[in-house]
């Protein structure tokens, strides 16, 4: 089984600087897919960045970035110059992968990080 | 931007009364999701399907059930509505060949049941 845990049930950050809203995981699977996403308070899921189990690099997408410590089960994600339009709920999730990368598709997701930027 | 849409955003029902939430996606997605958040929560998977014909439960037990006749609409029923329904369903879509590709997701519907 799948697990994701956010420990923060809250961040606070200042507009235009950096904050790392932390991740971890736990699964016996090889082969996996790490998400971010985030939530404005209109509910939709908006996708953020994808980290695989292989990649030998953190992903980036603008300005985020997954700093992935497999060692760990660590999957945190970096928001750099943190905008007003920032504030929002993030979601972790992992998905299982086969070796060739697809997969079953179903996501775990953890309890989430409330961040909010002021100005 | 992804297709995919569920309607309504916002529904409030009486107890007892039958329901069902709609959600069809235009990128001709093989996988989708159905989701359930209450406030403020993580979510749970209810319910998927990988193409025509073929629905699973999710690993939260939930009294909706759902369809899967075509490709692109996979509507949630709910036979009879209670309070203890009311939560936000979000509805998603992935490809069958998911290298390094995400689930799309709908803008939710908000169900509160009185």
């Known amino acids: 089984a799948q697990k994701i845990t956010q420990t923060q049930p809250g961040m606070f950050v200042q507009e235009k600087e950096a904050v790392t809203l932390d991740c971890t995981y736990d699964?016996?699977?090889?082969?996996?897919?790490l998400f971010w996403y985030k939530q404005p308070s209109s509910g939709e899921m908006i996708f953020l960045i994808y980290q695989g189990s292989y990649d030998e690099q953190n992903a980036t997408e603008g300005r985020y970035s997954l700093n992935f410590q497999k060692a760990r089960k660590s999957a945190n994600l970096v928001i750099s110059a943190s905008q007003l339009g920032d504030s929002a709920m993030y979601f972790c999730a992992m998905r299982e992968e086969n070796a060739g990368g697809t997969s079953y598709g179903k996501l775990t997701f953890g309890q989430g990080t409330i961040l909010t930027v002021h100005p | 931007e992804a297709d995919i849409y569920q309607t309504p955003r916002y529904l409030v029902i009486g107890t007892g009364k039958k329901i069902t939430l709609e959600c069809s996606q235009t990128?001709?997605?093989?996988?989708m999701y159905w989701y359930q958040q209450d406030p403020g929560m993580e979510l749970h998977l209810i319910h998927y399907?990988?193409?025509?014909?073929?629905?699973e439960k999710g690993d939260l037990s939930s009294e909706s059930t759902v369809s899967r006749i075509r490709t692109e609409h996979f509507p949630l029923t709910l036979e009879s509505a209670r309070p203890s329904h009311t939560s936000q369903y979000l509805c998603?879509?992935?490809?069958?060949?998911?290298?390094?590709?995400?689930?799309?997701f709908g803008q939710g519907t908000r169900l509160t049941v009185v």
């Open positions: 699964t016996s699977d090889q082969s996996y897919g």
């Open positions: 990128m001709g997605h093989d996988k």
């Open positions: 998603a879509s992935s490809l069958r060949a998911e290298t390094y590709t995400e689930a799309f």
């Open positions: 399907s990988y193409g025509v014909n073929s629905t």
